[in-house]
């Protein structure tokens, strides 16, 4: 009996150890200085994190001024990220997606509303269906200005809803790209359950609400 109560408080005491290293390498990312990403052929980039990428790359390819989104992940304390390993939760990272657009046609501040306009911004670690913190809410800055306008944003959609936003706002630091046969995904795979029962309805849900937004059907 005691060697079980003593493998018992053992445990404990590893895991709130590890709980511990676990939130001082998070709050490292959080403090940590912008990394900007400098614009290239005209062309600047964005990251946003609103729970299945699928979903959230799906929603940024339909607005005019935005060339591609690529889905990867963001926001956490470990190298090399890969879907598996995510999955866990434990890596820090949720899923993301680098937005590259063309500011002279949209405008980051734009990009910002597209990202509270395409979710339940009151849902916590997750959207949808998907829950954990992988799929939790995050936009990313890469400068003072960006923070400005993000938080302002934020404040006033929780004054309008007069609920807290769950978004959280992090310096950009790295995105790694997902693997392969997550690109794209949603326009792949029209037929998939997923696909159709959250990212498709998710899109026109969106598309509904924000059409002065959306690329021309010529595009």
């Known amino acids: 009996m005691k060697h079980t ?7 404990l005491l590893f895991s709130c150890q590890n709980t511990a290293q676990v939130n001082t ?7 940590a200085d912008p990394v900007t990403v400098p614009i290239k052929n005209g062309k600047a980039r964005a990251y946003f994190a609103s729970g299945c990428f699928w ?3 799906a929603v940024y390819e339909s607005v005019k001024g935005v060339d591609e989104a690529i ?7 470990t190298k090399n990220p890969d879907y598996p390993a995510s999955n866990t939760g434990k890596t820090g990272h949720a899923e993301a997606v680098e937005i590259i657009y063309n500011p002279n046609i949209i405008s980051f501040s734009q990009l910002v509303d597209v990202y509270f306009g395409s979710q339940n911004p009151t849902q916590v670690n997750g959207q949808g269906p998907d ?14 200005e960006q ?10 959609l929780a004054k309008a809803l007069n609920a807290k936003i769950a978004a959280e706002v992090y ?6 790209k997902a693997e392969d046969y997550h690109q794209n995904y949603e326009r792949l795979h029209p037929n998939q359950s997923y696909i159709k029962n959250v990212s498709v309805p998710r899109l026109r849900k969106f598309q509904a609400k924000f059409p002065e937004l959306l690329k021309s059907e010529k595009h």
């Not at 889905?71 to 304390?77: H, K, T």
């Not at 923070?147 to 302002?152: R, S």
């Not at 310096?171 to 790694?176: G, S, V």
């Open 5 to 11: 109560i003593a493998l018992i408080i053992f445990t």
């Open 25 to 31: 390498k998070q709050q490292a990312v959080i403090n």
């Open 55 to 57: 979903c959230v790359e």
């Open 71 to 77: 889905s990867g992940y963001s926001g956490g304390f």
């Open 131 to 144: 829950h954990g913190s992988q799929y939790r809410s995050i936009i990313f800055y890469q400068n003072e």
């Open 147 to 156: 923070k400005q306008i993000i938080l302002e944003k934020k404040a006033a």
């Open 171 to 176: 310096p950009f630091q790295k995105f790694w």
